[in-house]
C-alpha cells in the first residue's frame, strides 16, 4: 500500500503563487507516476499534470501549461506542484495520486493511490 499526504495549499490573491507537496510513505518503489488532479465546486475532477519515476517525462493540461510545473524528489519520496500566476478558476481542492503505470492518459482510473486533498482558494 502507498499512502500520499499533501500540503502547502492556501489562499491567494491573483497572479501570486502556491507550492503544492505530496509526501508518499509505503510501497513507494511501485510508483511509476505521480499525479495531480483538481476539483472545484460543482465540477468533476479533472487532471492537472503527471511526472513519470526518473522525472524525465512530465505531462500537464493545456488549462495550467506554462504556469503549473511538476516535479519529484525520489529519495524524499515528495512530488511537487509549483503554481504560479494563479487564476481565480484555479480554485478547487487539489489532490495527489500515485500508480505503478506512467501515461499520458489524464484518467483518474489508473491512479489506484490518492491523497486526501489541499484547499487552494484564489481571488481575483
Known amino acids: 500500500q502507498v499512502q500520499l499526504v499533501e500540503s502547502g495549499g492556501g489562499s491567494v490573491q491573483a497572479g501570486g503563487s502556491l507550492r503544492l507537496s505530496c509526501a508518499a510513505s509505503?510501497?513507494?518503489?511501485?510508483?511509476?507516476?505521480m499525479g495531480w488532479f483538481r476539483q472545484a465546486p460543482g465540477k468533476e475532477r479533472e487532471f492537472v499534470a503527471n511526472?513519470?519515476?526518473?522525472?524525465?517525462?512530465?505531462y500537464y493540461a493545456d488549462s495550467v501549461k506554462g504556469r503549473f510545473t511538476i516535479s519529484r524528489d525520489n529519495p524524499r519520496n515528495t512530488a511537487y506542484l509549483q503554481m504560479n500566476s494563479l487564476k481565480p478558476e484555479d480554485t478547487a481542492v487539489y489532490y495527489c495520486?500515485?500508480?505503478?503505470?506512467?501515461?499520458?492518459?489524464?484518467?483518474?482510473?489508473?491512479?489506484?493511490?490518492w491523497g486526501q486533498g489541499t484547499q487552494v482558494t484564489v481571488s481575483s
Open positions: 511526472i513519470n519515476r526518473n522525472a524525465g517525462t512530465t
Open positions: 509505503g510501497r513507494t518503489f511501485t510508483m511509476n507516476s
Open positions: 495520486a500515485g500508480s505503478s503505470i506512467y501515461s499520458t492518459s489524464t484518467s483518474q482510473r489508473i491512479y489506484p493511490y
